[in-house]
């Protein structure tokens, strides 16, 4: 009976903690091939059913920045999930990507556009959750390759119109018959939903800022989004065509565009996913490898040392903000602080295998 009483235990205690979950995924040498990367998570690997959705990120942690201008899309090699590149460029190193995992699969639909559904550049979804909900469920999309094997260029949004909720190619090019989506709906257990819209007073260059209790000063916070044009009326009817991205500007997240030539335009509004950031997921970057820095604190100079070569360390403020970077080819780094002002630091250090982030003080 005791044994009985504590498998019901442990089984309540499992579907207690199930919910949805944001992966953070780093592209780096060993997991990126050409315009592919490898995604590497227990909830994913040889699950070709697995429902999920993605967006890039600047900078998880608020740290580690880097630019990503490319449309990417889901594409699961018969092993592994992958993110790849639409137009075969090749994946940028170093990107970051929010990779939301649904604990039901099915919060997560396929949809394919077909000619019964396209209309020019735009493709209806027929969903029970969707049709006749404005503003409704909350969405966000990914392009999704398997299908019908449909490579798609364009930066889509989503809109409500006669009942039904469809998606659109933002500059207008027509909708590739076969082209397939992943869409969430909602978001499951454990998971958050917001909007935000861009206003004067929340844009800055080419982002605009989130003011959210669920997302403030917490620079380990995870999300997807999506544009939805039109959800606030004639006011909100203002197309996008640009890769968007989250990032973390040290107090607040924002939603901002991969081209920095770019504006970001008033009165954009997006649906918001929240789900808490899976620590326990399987690690791109683990291995075998240790790193160690010392001394720590330390006043002029720290040395890093490592089981196998160092490529790149890369000093962050506290905020986020990249002071030092060097390249090194060696299993052991002296490096020059002596310049840097005194307080607390990040410092990563990447080597072929591994990347490991170390909290540094500076006397």
């Known amino acids: 009976m005791k044994t009985i009483l504590s498998f019901m235990l442990f089984l309540a205690c499992m579907v207690g903690l199930a919910q949805d979950k944001v992966y953070v995924h780093t592209t780096t040498a060993s997991n990126t091939s050409g315009h592919i990367t490898n995604l590497n998570h227990p909830d994913l690997n040889g699950n070709p059913n697995a429902g999920l959705v993605f967006v890039n990120n600047y900078n998880p942690?608020?740290?580690?920045?880097?630019?990503?201008?490319?449309?990417?899309?889901?594409?699961?090699?018969?092993?592994?999930?992958?993110?790849?590149?639409?137009?075969?460029?090749?994946?940028?190193?170093?990107?970051?990507?929010?990779?939301?995992?649904?604990?039901?699969?099915?919060?997560?639909?396929?949809?394919?556009?077909?000619?019964?559904?396209?209309?020019?550049?735009?493709?209806?979804?027929?969903?029970?959750?969707?049709?006749?909900?404005?503003?409704?469920?909350?969405l966000a999309m990914s392009h999704y390759y398997n299908p019908n094997a449909v490579y798609n260029t364009g930066n889509f949004g989503q809109y409500y119109l006669n009942g039904t909720r469809r998606l659109y190619d933002e500059n207008f090019t027509a909708m590739p018959e076969g082209a397939a989506f992943k869409v969430l709906i909602t978001g499951g257990a454990g998971s958050s939903r917001i909007s935000h819209t861009s206003t004067a007073a929340s844009i800055s260059s080419n982002y605009t800022i989130i003011d959210s209790p669920l997302l403030n000063d917490n620079p380990n916070a995870t999300f997807v989004m999506s544009h939805y044009w039109g959800i606030g009326g004639p006011p909100t009817e203002v197309y996008l065509n640009s890769v968007l991205g989250v990032w973390y500007t040290g107090t607040?997240?924002?939603?901002?565009?991969?081209?920095?030539?770019?504006?970001?335009?008033?009165?954009?509004?997006?649906?918001?996913?929240?789900?808490?950031?899976?620590?326990?997921?399987?690690?791109?970057?683990?291995?075998?490898?240790?790193?160690?820095?010392?001394?720590?604190?330390?006043?002029?100079?720290?040395t890093f040392n490592s089981t196998e070569n160092i490529e790149k360390i890369s000093i962050y403020s506290i905020l986020g903000n990249?002071?030092?970077?060097?390249?090194?080819?060696?299993?052991?780094?002296?490096?020059?602080?002596?310049?840097?002002?005194?307080?607390?630091?990040?410092?990563?250090?990447?080597?072929?295998?591994?990347?490991?982030?170390?909290?540094?003080?500076k006397q």
Not at 88 to 104: K, Q, R
Not at 119 to 135: A, K
Not at 337 to 344: R, V
């Open 61 to 138: 942690g608020g740290i580690d920045a880097k630019y990503n201008n490319n449309v990417a899309g889901l594409w699961y090699d018969g092993v592994k999930w992958t993110i790849y590149n639409e137009d075969l460029s090749p994946m940028e190193i170093g990107a970051h990507f929010n990779v939301y995992i649904a604990d039901d699969p099915s919060d997560v639909i396929t949809h394919i556009a077909t000619p019964a559904n396209i209309i020019g550049h735009v493709t209806i979804m027929d969903h029970p959750l969707l049709n006749g909900n404005n503003p409704g469920p909350y």
């Open 322 to 361: 990249e002071v030092l970077s060097v390249n090194v080819e060696n299993q052991t780094k002296d490096l020059d602080i002596s310049h840097l002002s005194s307080g607390t630091y990040l410092a990563k250090v990447k080597t072929a295998n591994n990347a490991q982030t170390l909290k540094l003080i």
């Open 252 to 302: 607040r997240w924002a939603i901002y565009l991969e081209d920095t030539a770019e504006a970001f335009p008033e009165n954009v509004a997006f649906d918001i996913i929240i789900a808490p950031q899976d620590v326990l997921a399987v690690d791109d970057f683990q291995t075998n490898v240790n790193i160690s820095m010392y001394p720590n604190p330390a006043k002029n100079s720290v």
